[in-house]
T-cell receptor, first 112, second 114 residues
Framework: TQLLEQSPQFLSIQEGENLTVYCNSSSVFSSLQWYRQEPGEGPVLLVTVVTGGEVKKLKRLTFQFGDARKDSSLHITAAQPGDTGLYLCAGAGETSGSRLTFGEGTQLTVNP | DSGVTQTPKHLITATGQRVTLRCSPRSGDLSVYWYQQSLDQGLQFLIQYYNGEERAKGNILERFSAQQFPDLHSELNLSSLELGDSALYFC?????????????FGPGTRLTVL
């Protein structure tokens, strides 16, 4: 069974601060996705990383896939209250079309 | 808007009852996934269908069943409901031909069992 551990579980920061969320596993994933979920709504796909060492940027969000494809990080620069939400990482196994394994999520609160 | 639709948005029922949740995937997506999300257990994969056939099973109870119809919409049936079945139920779909299994989620159905 593939497991993904996210840390921290909860994060409360002030507007303008930087933060990093981590997603770790002992398993290798063919790709890893990050989702953001707001209360009462479905998760929204932010990015997919597929190559070891890959870095992708989405405005103030920077996503990195570990060299061994076992871990990933999400860094937010100058956080804003609109960034508040539950951030989920999800890994796809080595088999094409295989199901996603989701982490428990990081609940981020950005205070104005 | 992800393009995935789910009905109903909210459902309140009593223990022992049976309910059906409906999902329509994005146009062209053949795969449909069902997830349960509760406060203490996060997002749990239940079952996957691909073009009408069951593809993978996760932590789905025997009281729960699903199917995908020829028009690709899917239904999740929950029977003999218990208080602990109260949760958000999400459907997701993914495009064919991609190895990355990117999934697009619907808005969810909030089930409350009283």
């Amino acid at each position: 069974t593939q497991l993904l551990e996210q840390s921290p579980q909860f994060l409360s920061i002030q507007e303008g601060e930087n933060l990093t969320v981590y997603c770790n596993s002992s398993s290798v994933f063919s790709s890893l996705q990050w989702y953001r979920q707001e209360p009462g709504e479905g998760p929204v796909l932010l990015v997919t990383v597929v190559t070891g060492g890959e870095v992708k940027k989405l405005k103030r969000l920077t996503f990195q896939f570990g060299d061994a494809r076992k871990d990933s990080s999400l860094h937010i620069t100058a956080a804003q209250p609109g960034d508040t939400g539950l951030y989920l990482c999800a890994g796809a196994g080595e088999t094409s079309g295989s199901r996603l394994t989701f982490g428990e999520g990081t609940q981020l609160t950005v205070n104005p | 808007d992800s393009g995935v639709t789910q009905t109903p948005k909210h459902l309140i029922t009593a223990t022992g009852q049976r309910v059906t949740l409906r999902c329509s995937p994005r146009s062209g997506d053949l795969s449909v996934y069902w997830y349960q999300q509760s406060l203490d257990q996060g997002l749990q994969f239940l079952i996957q269908y691909y073009n009408g056939e069951e593809r993978a099973k996760g932590n789905i109870l025997e009281r729960f069943s699903a199917q995908q119809f020829p028009d690709l919409h899917s239904e999740l049936n929950l029977s003999s409901l218990e208080l602990g079945d109260s949760a958000l139920y999400f459907c997701a779909s993914s495009p064919s031909g991609t190895p990355y299994n990117e999934q697009f989620f619907g808005p969810g159905t909030r089930l409350t069992v009283l």
